[in-house]
């Protein structure tokens, strides 16, 4: 069967998270020895004992994301010579999935990872930023509110539209915490504070944007080996240059999971998520629940991939 393979950013890490695989696929730690080798941090360590705090820590969670799904993309190619026909990534997802593509080496893309987590969390203050997810209000209602909260030194924007009536916000803690309030009387279901500080995605990281070009600059990127629909354009890039130039724009702009993922619908009907957790799988049922979706975390779910991708 044909297929399509997407990619989780931040939010879907836990401690324990790849257990299963590594007992059976020694290729996980050694990927992870590879990354940890990278950056000077014991990268598995945190993934088998946290603490979790640390383990979400921005510059830690990147790398170890990346890791993750690198490893599960290794094993996937080695058990079957079947490959995805594009690819895309949520938020940092879009790093795992040019690394898999070949667009970048994985030691590059650890370091990229690790220095993208760092930039992004000294861009804006402990406490000023915050991100929230609001479920139940029409997207374009959201977006007239954030524009009624906002102002040039309090600004709140929708940021991730991940599934229908599923959409996060992000901007100053004090905008996002009044664009809660609005919204639940506005008839939104639930407003839901998330446990992060940095406001991706906002306007408010235009400045660490610029640092992380700067990060880009001194990378080795090439043309995707497979297309990977990028954030910014829902277009696979034409040249490496596209490539760094949508990653740079990405800390800034939306996340238009939704567009995305209707983008690859138009072709293929069948979406594998390569990465720990099921978050991806879970907003495709939202969005359109005849899609085909499955997830890669551990040993079950890999022989039930493979089944299906074999098929």
């Known amino acids: 069967m044909e297929f399509v393979s997407v990619f989780p950013g931040q939010g879907s890490q836990s401690v324990g998270m790849m257990d299963d695989l590594a007992a059976s696929y020694p290729i996980v730690k050694h990927t992870f020895q590879a990354a940890s080798d990278a950056i000077e ?3 598995w360590a945190l993934v088998v004992n946290g603490p979790a705090e640390q383990l979400n820590q921005t510059h830690n969670t990147q790398p170890i994301m990346l890791a993750a799904s690198y490893s599960i993309w290794q094993i996937l190619q080695q058990a079957t010579s079947r490959s995805p026909q594009m690819m895309a990534g949520h938020s940092f997802g879009e790093v795992s999935a040019l690394c898999c593509a070949q667009a970048i080496d994985f030691p590059q893309a650890v370091v990229l990872a690790h220095k993208r987590g760092q930039i992004m969390q000294q861009a804006v203050p402990q406490g000023i930023g915050a991100m929230a997810a609001i479920l139940g209000l029409d997207d374009q209602r959201l977006i007239e509110l954030c524009v009624q909260v906002s102002t040039d030194s309090n ?3 929708a940021v991730n539209f991940n599934a229908p009536g599923q959409v996060v916000i992000a901007g100053h803690s004090q905008a996002v915490d009044e664009l ?4 639940k009387q506005a008839g939104a279901k639930r407003a839901l504070k998330l446990p992060v500080s940095v406001p991706a995605h906002s306007t ?17 990127f090439t043309l995707p080996a497979i297309p990977v629909l990028q954030n910014t354009t829902l277009t696979s890039a034409q040249s490496a240059e596209a490539v760094v130039r949508g990653l ?4 800034y702009s939306p996340v ?10 138009a072709s293929l009907n069948c979406i594998i998520e390569i990465g720990p957790g099921k978050v991806l799988t879970g907003l ?4 359109d629940k005849t899609l085909t979706s499955m997830c890669i975390f551990d040993n079950a779910s ?10």
């Open 180 to 183: 809660m309030n609005i919204a």
């Open 204 to 220: 408010l990281m235009r400045q660490a944007a610029d640092k992380f070009a700067a990060v880009l600059a001194d990378m080795a």
């Open 302 to 311: 890999l022989e039930s991939a493979l089944t299906l991708i074999e098929e």
């Open 256 to 265: 238009p999971w939704v567009a995305t993922i209707k983008t690859m619908q």
């Open 155 to 157: 600004l709140v924007e």
């Open 248 to 251: 740079t724009e990405q800390l």
């Open 284 to 287: 495709h049922k939202r969005i």
């Open 41 to 43: 941090t014991d990268l």
